[in-house]
Structures are given as structure tokens and as C-alpha cells.
DNA sequence: AATGAATGAGATTTCATTCAT
DNA sequence: CATGAATGAAATCTCATTCAT
């Protein structure tokens, strides 16, 4: 019974999550009201603050509680390899992937989250650390097998892969300057990673 | 005279660009509000409504303006540079060196690319286009001579290459998980960019 | 049965009440919730409805019926006493056991007075014009025997009388101003409304 | 001309705390909205946060902006004076003047401000203790004189005195029990302190 | 041109009350 | 009877913008 009602208060939760993700996206956080969520999520004003602290929360729930499924995905889709070339490769298609399933998400994490002192700043996130270890890790991988430059610093490099996918990813999702499929996208990124620029 | 007035005005309005770079930069462009500006500025809050029609204004005006700044220092250090390769390696450099003596004008990207939402989502900034477009043209120089991959989507790069050196620089703002030097910065991404991660 | 289901239900009623006069003495009556004083009552929200029509209805319900069981106490106390001085003194010493006995008592002499805006400011509570009178009924049987001054006013000494011992014990509670027993404080009291000021 | 701005700026805030006072007085300090204030100061609601921190603010600025000139009243009707006895008169027939002459401010002190645990709990308030200490300075040179009772205890007599006048004042206010004039309240009372109930 | 006090629309948040379970 | 999740009206407060000086 009382798991039940658990249960029943869950799917509430996350159908207002479902709902901010789609709001903010579409309006950008600070455009759009709290009015607006409970709306898109048929509840009333009030009901979201018996599930969130406050509209920061709101937010900030709603990247935790999608961070933890992105890196199970993640996960998953890693654990059946051991070449680290392969690994980052099926890394950025994957990242690409869910870029290209969930665009509203995406728009959210890509830009929403980004404008906030609180996340970029304040708010020293957990989950975007383990996120760029991910990274770290296959590429540290790579160098103990001589694949990778040695004098490569993998510190740097997984932020520079993170900034680099990110970018085109979110220049996609904002269908500016990017005039590309995220097919294109993706390859095209795992081949400057990899091989960088120069030809020979 | 009317030169000296309009001068005056001139610095006037700087002052105001300038103290919107580090309030925004800083507090973000939803979460500041103009008397911060104003106050930063060293005005009274109505007179930036002397000079900007409203906040979005001052921050789309904010945008152009630096990013005019930004492209002739640019330009002034590729003109004598015919290689693309040393093209390719000055830009980053210069970059990185803009960010560490104005560590404030990495605000100017991210608030360009993450405040999009809303008003921002249509506004197209020719500026920041032009930017963009001085890293496709070198690619293309490169590609041309055979030097870079012919198969190489300078379109993607561009952008590759951007969200890449922003992010590494951001980081080392932001001086989280990023404990290296400017310097280590920009040369260790020169070398992703160039040669990617592979040995040989 | 329906005795039973009568004294169970009471029973409830007066654990709303007494977490009510606690909630209400602690927060008062404006910044207290109603959850609070449920959660003090430990029941639901919704089960004090069943009881009180609303939180007003409990607040006033609140005064009927401490008064009721405060008047009851006085007149234990005093129906064996029949020199109006003894009755006076034992009045006094009475009041200050029961606000020693019970703090939170004197937050309903609070409350009736003071939260008197609005709602109360019509209300007039029976039971606390009872308590003022039988402060009235001693002093004129001390007037009728000539033992206290003919000209006193009666009407105004019982408020005269009740503000000085309450704001004795309120100050006694705070344990701002006052460092004194409760003891001094009945004994200093007695003397200062029987003999006054003047030491002849 | 910065001192004639400055004029006119304490002339709003205080045309906004006379009209608090009104306000309060009638409605009550929870029941009322800052609308309601600012509507009766004639000025826009955000007008009142210009001057004030917050509504609690308002409340507290507008104890401290009164009773400073309560203080002063008490100082200019005592300075000439100099029996104790006499002293003791005039501060109670002042302290009553002064509920008849001003009876909304006199609502707000003896109502509004006792409901708020703000301002019997945390807000220690200094003007409150001035103001009971004026009264133990008169006491301790009735003493001195052997005037006063010299067992009587001044720091609970100053407390007994002003929880005495006070609540007479109150339900004079309230003109509930109160069937008296604010003439014979003050005569009374100052019969009851001096002389006590005794007949002799 | 410059100021900054004033405005008031609008946003967030609270909480008494209801009602389906 | 009891519950407590849900409601939504209403209150406080913020802040971009205006305008008299």
C-alpha cells in the first residue's frame, strides 16, 4: 500500500519533471514561470512545491535525475569493450544519440543549465564530474597501451573532447551555423579527436 | 565639438558595455539586474536607457561590440601569416591569451552561446558568425594545400574546434577540475587539434 | 458505546487544543500554521477540521475552553476562603502556580488579547469577562466591609489588577527583564496591590 | 539642496508610517496587506520597499521612529519635576494623554506589536527597556527618600506598574469591559499604585 | 544629458481548506 | 472517522522602465 502511493507520488514528481524539461526548453528558465510547469504538467501551482523546493530545485532535481540515467546509458553501452579507441568512439555516438533523442532535454542541459551561477559556479557538480572522468579514464587506458600521444595530458584532453562534442551538439540543437546531421556530427567529431587535422 | 560630445558619449556607453561584461559574466543576464550595471558603470540606472532601448539591448549590443574588438585582434595577428597550420596555431594562441589577460570576456561567449534562450534563439550574431568563419577559413586554406584531411567537414570543425579551446578555457576559469597553466592550455590543445589522440 | 466514541473523540478535540495554546503561545496565532499545531496534535491536517470549523473557530474555541478549566481552579481554590484580603492574596498566589505549572497557559491570556484584531475585535469572550469578574467580586466585598478604599473603582482595579500580575508573569517567561522567582514575583505583587507604593 | 531631497524623502517615509499606524491599528498587522498601506500613503506598493526591508521592517521602523518621540514626551513632562511621587503621577497621567490623544498608534503598540513573537521574543527591544527603566529610576528615589516601601522590589514594581497602566489602556482602547474615561483611568491607577486597596 | 525616486506589473511562494481514498 | 495530497487564491516582494527635476 504504502509502496503503492510511493509509487503514485513518484510518477507525479516525474511528471512534472517531464513537464519543466519540455517548458524550459522551450522558454529558457528564467522566461518561464513556475505557472507554465504546472500547467504542462496538469497539476496545480502550488503542487510543485510540495515536490521541489523552490524553482532552483526544480531545475537542479531535474539535471540530477536525468544525469543518473545519461550515465547508466553510458555505462551500459561500455562495458562489453576494451579497445579504448572503440570506447570513445561508441562515447561520442552514444553522446550524439541521446543528443538526437531527447532534444528538448538536450536544449535544457545544453543551454538552460549553463546560464545559472549556480551550476557553473556555485553548484560543483558531482555527476558532470564523473561524467568527465569517463573520459579520463579511456583515454588514460589508451596511453598505457601506447595508442594515445604519451605527452598527451588527459586532464585537459577530457575537457577538450567534452567542450568539442558539446559544441556541436549544441549548435545542432540550436540549428545556427550547424547545417549538419548528427550522423555527420558524430563521425566527423571522432575523426578530429582521433586523428586530428593534418593529413599525411 | 560635436566630435568631442560624441566622444564623450562614446566612453560613456564603453563604460557601460564594459561593466555588462562583468556583471553578466558574473552574475549571469537574468540574475543581474540593470542597477548593477548601473552601479558597476558608475551611472545612475536611467542613463543606460540613454544609450540601450532595454536590457536585451545592452546585451545583444554588448555581444557586437566586443566581438568587433575580439575579430580585429585577430585579424591584426594572422594578417602576416600565410601557413594555415600557423594560422591554425596563432588563433588558439591569441585566444588563449585574450581569456587570460580579460578573463571576463569568456563571459561574452557564454552568455552569447547559453543566455539564447528566448530572444536570443532568433537573433543571429553576424559577429560571432564572422568568428566562426575565420577558424572555416583557415581549414579551408589547409584543406586546399593538402595539409588537413580532405574529408575533414570544415563546417564541423569550426565549431569542433570552438566549443573545444572555449570549454578547456572556461574550465581553467573556473579552476575546478582544470589545475593547469594558460600556457599548458593552449599548447596541449593545439596538439589535440593538430595531430588527435593517436600515437603512431 | 456511543459514550465511549463521545470521550475518545473528545479526547482528540483537547489534544488539538493543547497543541494548539503551545503552537499558538510559541509562533503565535498568525505565523503558526495549521500543520503545525497537527503535527504538535499528531494528527492530519484535514482531521482538525473535523473538530473546528476553521483555524479562527480554533483559536476561540481555544479560549472557551482553557478559561473554563481556569475558572473552575480559581474557584477551588478560593470557595473556603471568605475575608475578601486572603481571597485576593490566594487569587494572586493561584495565578502565578498555574502560570508556573503550565507556560504555555499565559500564552492564552496572550493570544485573547492581543491577536484581537480583525475576527477578535468583535468576539467577545464570555469566559475572560468571568475571570475579570471574579477579581471584581472580591474587591467590592473588600469595599462592602470597608476594608478597601470606598472611592477605588472597582471595574477599572480588576484590569488593573490582571495587567499587573500578567505582565509580571509574562516577563517571568521571557526571562528578559525579570530576575526574580515566581515566589517574589506573588509575594511582591500581593504587596504592591494591597498596600501600594507609599511606606508611611 | 541634497539636505531639501533628503527633507522630502523623510517626508515620505514618514506620510508611509502614518499611514502604517492607520492601517495596522484598524486592520491589524497580519490581516493587513502592504497594498493596503501603501495605498493609504498615497504611494505605489514597491515605494514602500524603498524605504523599508520588508513588511516586518515596516513594523519594527515604526515602533523605533514612535517611541522615540514617546521617550522624549516622558523626558520634557518629568525634567522639571522632582518628588517621586510627583514624578510617578505625571509619567502615568502622560502615559495616558498620550493613548487618548493618538488612539490608532496606541492600537498598534498595545496589539499589533505583542502578537508578533518578533518583537516579545527575538527584537530585544532597547526603547522598551528605556522606557520601564524611567519607571525603576522613579521608584529607586522614592526609595532613596524612604517614600516607597523599602522592601518593595523596583525591577519587578517597574514591570507590575507598566503591565498595570498599560492593560487599563488597552481595554480602554478595546472598549470592551471599559466602561471608564481615560480621566478617571489615570486617577485610579494612580491611586491603586500609590496607595494600594487598604482602606486604613 | 543625467539622475534616481517612483512605479506597478508580474513572479514566486505559502497555506488554509477540501475531498477522494 | 482519519488522512494528507492537492488546490489555487492571495500575499510579499523584485526590478525593468519611466519621467520630473
Known amino acids: 500500500m504504502a509502496s503503492k502511493r510511493e509509487a503514485v507520488k513518484q510518477k507525479k514528481k516525474e511528471r512534472i519533471i517531464e513537464a519543466a524539461v519540455k517548458v524550459f526548453?522551450?522558454?529558457?528558465?528564467?522566461?518561464?514561470?513556475?505557472?507554465?510547469?504546472?500547467q504542462a504538467a496538469?497539476?496545480?501551482?502550488?503542487?510543485?512545491?510540495?515536490?521541489?523546493?523552490?524553482?532552483d530545485d526544480l531545475?537542479?532535481?531535474?539535471?540530477?535525475?536525468?544525469m543518473k540515467n545519461i550515465l547508466l546509458r553510458f555505462e551500459?553501452?561500455?562495458?562489453?569493450?576494451?579497445d579504448p579507441l572503440d570506447q570513445l568512439k561508441t562515447f561520442i555516438h552514444v553522446y550524439f544519440e541521446l543528443i538526437e533523442n531527447?532534444?528538448?532535454?538536450?536544449?535544457?542541459?545544453?543551454?538552460e543549465l549553463r546560464q545559472s551561477s549556480k551550476f557553473l559556479k556555485d553548484y560543483h557538480n558531482q555527476q558532470f564530474s564523473n561524467y568527465l572522468n569517463m573520459i579520463a579514464r579511456i583515454l588514460d587506458e589508451?596511453?598505457?597501451?601506447?595508442?594515445?600521444?604519451?605527452?598527451?595530458d588527459t586532464n585537459i584532453a577530457k575537457i577538450f573532447i567534452f567542450g568539442a562534442i558539446d559544441?556541436?551538439?549544441?549548435?545542432?540543437?540550436?540549428?545556427?551555423?550547424?547545417?549538419?546531421?548528427?550522423?555527420?556530427?558524430?563521425e566527423q567529431s571522432c575523426d578530429n579527436i582521433?586523428?586530428?587535422l593534418l593529413a599525411f
Chains 1, 2, 3, 4 share one sequence.
Request: glycine share 8%; charged share 30%.
Open 167 to 186: 559544441e556541436v551538439a549544441r549548435q545542432w540543437i540550436l540549428g545556427r551555423d550547424a547545417k549538419y546531421s548528427i550522423k555527420e556530427a558524430a
Open 42 to 55: 496538469g497539476v496545480a501551482d502550488g503542487t510543485i512545491y510540495l515536490y521541489f523546493k523552490n524553482k
Open 102 to 111: 531527447d532534444t528538448e532535454l538536450s536544449g535544457v542541459f545544453q543551454v
Open 59 to 66: 531545475l537542479i532535481s531535474l539535471f540530477e535525475h536525468k
Open 25 to 38: 526548453a522551450q522558454k529558457g528558465f528564467y522566461t518561464a514561470n513556475v505557472k507554465d510547469v504546472a
Open 76 to 82: 551500459e553501452a561500455l562495458k562489453d569493450i576494451s
Open 142 to 152: 589508451g596511453k598505457k597501451i601506447n595508442f594515445f600521444r604519451p605527452e598527451m
Open 194 to 196: 582521433v586523428k586530428g
